[in-house]
T-cell receptor, first 117, second 120 residues
Framework: AQKVTQAQTEISVVEKEDVTLDCVYE???????LFWYKQPPSGELVFLIR??????QNEISGRYSWNFQKSTSSFNFTITASQVVDSAVYFC??????????????FGAGTTVTVRA | DTAVSQTPKYLVTQMGNDKSIKCEQN?????MYWYKQDSKKFLKIMFS???????INETVPNRFSPKSPDKAHLNLHINSLELGDSAVYFC???????????????????FGPGTRLTVL
């Protein structure tokens, strides 16, 4: 069974602080993909990153960075120098193959990040 | 240009009614999905269609019936609405996975803005 755990329900920080969101996953698939999505207060779901199980290189995109550790089944997300606009719910997700040509996403419960001015 | 659009954005209706939510994507994707997000923000897939063919049907009551007239549209019809159906429903689409040496590359899903359904 697939499972994605985001142990932090809510995180509150002051602007300019760094914040790290944890994501731990379970899968029996040898090939899988991990994703992060952002859901701001306006409600839409915004794709942030996709990472495959063979690529353990960390990635940085502006103030966002991701740390993929296959050995610990974790795919953590760090926001550096947080801003008020980073306030949102962040979801980690794991792909699960349902056929040779299709998959579904299993989402974690989400972490609500509040950045205070 | 809206990549994945849903109508309506808000839907308030009485228990027992039948309602539909429409979804359209202009990304040329082959696969479309419906998700339900409950009041605790938990997201769960309901259905997936690939080229108008049903691929995933999670444990969803028969009152929910997806319909895909073409690969750019996936509508969700709900019969006999119940209080527990109140949620935000998201449509999404993705490009078919590509493959290199039978290793599939699953692409990200792009989500619509959501439809907030309130059943009274």
């Amino acid at each position: 069974a697939q499972k994605v755990t985001q142990a932090q329900t809510e995180i509150s920080v002051v602007e300019k602080e760094d914040v790290t969101l944890d994501c731990v996953y379970e899968t029996r698939d040898t090939t899988y993909y991990l994703f992060w999505y952002k859901q701001p207060p306006s409600g839409e779901l915004v794709f942030l990153i996709r990472r495959n199980s063979f690529d353990e290189q960390n990635e940085i995109s502006g103030r966002y960075s991701w740390n993929f550790q296959k050995s610990t089944s974790s795919f953590n997300f760090t926001i550096t120098a947080s801003q008020v606009v980073d306030s949102a719910v962040y979801f980690c997700a794991l792909s699960e193959a349902v056929s040779s040509n299709d998959y579904k996403l299993s989402f974690g419960a989400g972490t609500t990040v509040t950045v205070r001015a | 240009d809206t990549a994945v659009s849903q109508t309506p954005k808000y839907l308030v209706t009485q228990m027992g009614n039948d309602k539909s939510i429409k979804c359209e994507q202009n990304l040329g994707h082959d696969t479309m999905y419906w998700y339900k997000q409950d009041s605790k923000k938990f997201l769960k897939i309901m259905f997936s269609y690939n080229n108008k063919e049903l691929i995933i049907n999670e444990t969803v009551p028969n009152r929910f019936s997806p319909k895909s007239p073409d690969k750019a549209h996936l509508n969700l019809h709900i019969n006999s609405l119940e209080l527990g159906d109140s949620a935000v429903y998201f449509c999404a689409s993705s490009q078919d996975p590509g493959s290199v040496d039978l290793v599939y590359s699953y692409n990200e899903q792009f989500f619509g803005p959501g439809t907030r359904l309130t059943v009274l």
